[in-house]
């Protein structure tokens, strides 16, 4: 069955640094996610992505994330500066079209010391 | 605003059933998902409700009351892999909108 797939599991980074967490997406999906998880908490939006371009993104999604599908088969999540409480799960979601589920990868866990 | 309720935990026996609530008020309704997630995974789709009334698949059902702004994940002859957080979300509109979700419901499986 396909899937989304997601790298690296884990990336430690220090505070300040940018960090780029790479999702494959299943093949013929048109829309794509991303969530963040805190440890312990609710899964989050943080910003879907349709035709090359930002659909919506939630408060989260301050000048310091950006996305982009750079090919036609990765989409990735890109934080410039990163801060201690953007440690968290991110999670890629991808599906076939509105009206439909969106299937998640298995997460980057992002550690900021 | 959003406000998506579930209780925090809840235990039950293998072989037996389990029911899952799931109250919500959204600024707009165009289907509810539940969803598994075992701990350090992602969340897996198990089911959707956009009309009201009982969708059933396998062991798992879930209903959906727009009226009343709730749902509930029915589980029956449960298994110690069931051992997990069901998550229940809700896309306020349609199209390609993101999912809110509430902040799960952990169930232990005891034998």
């Known amino acids: 069955e396909p899937e989304v797939t997601q790298t690296p599991s884990h990336q430690v980074t220090q505070m300040g640094q940018e960090v780029i967490l790479r999702c494959v997406p299943i093949?013929?999906?048109?829309?794509f996610y991303w969530y963040r998880q805190i440890l312990g908490q609710k899964v989050e939006f943080l910003v879907s992505f349709y035709n090359n371009e930002i659909s919506e993104k939630s408060e989260i999604f301050d000048d310091q994330f950006s996305v982009e599908r750079p090919d036609g088969s990765n989409f990735t999540l890109k934080i410039r500066s990163t801060k201690l409480e953007d440690s968290a799960m991110y999670f890629c979601?991808?599906?076939?079209?509105?009206?439909?589920?969106?299937?998640f990868g298995p997460g980057t866990r992002l550690t900021v010391t | 605003g959003q406000n998506i309720d579930q209780p925090t935990e809840m235990t039950a026996t293998e072989g037996a059933i389990v029911q899952i609530n799931c109250t919500y008020q959204?600024?707009?309704?165009?289907?509810l998902f539940w969803y598994q997630q075992h701990a350090g995974e992602a969340p897996t789709f198990l089911s959707y409700?956009?009309?009201?009334g009982l969708e059933e698949k396998g062991r798992f059902s879930s209903f959906l009351s727009r009226s009343k702004g709730y749902s509930y994940l029915l589980l029956k002859e449960l298994q110690m892999k069931d051992s997990a957080s069901y998550l229940c979300?809700?896309?306020?509109?349609?199209?390609?909108?993101?999912?809110?979700f509430g902040k799960g419901t952990r169930l232990s499986v005891i034998a």
């Open positions: 979601a991808s599906s076939a079209g509105t009206g439909y589920e969106q299937y």
């Open positions: 409700n956009v009309l009201d």
């Open positions: 093949s013929n999906h048109l829309y």
């Open positions: 979300a809700v896309r306020e509109l349609a199209g390609n909108t993101p999912l809110v």
């Open positions: 959204t600024s707009g309704f165009n289907g």
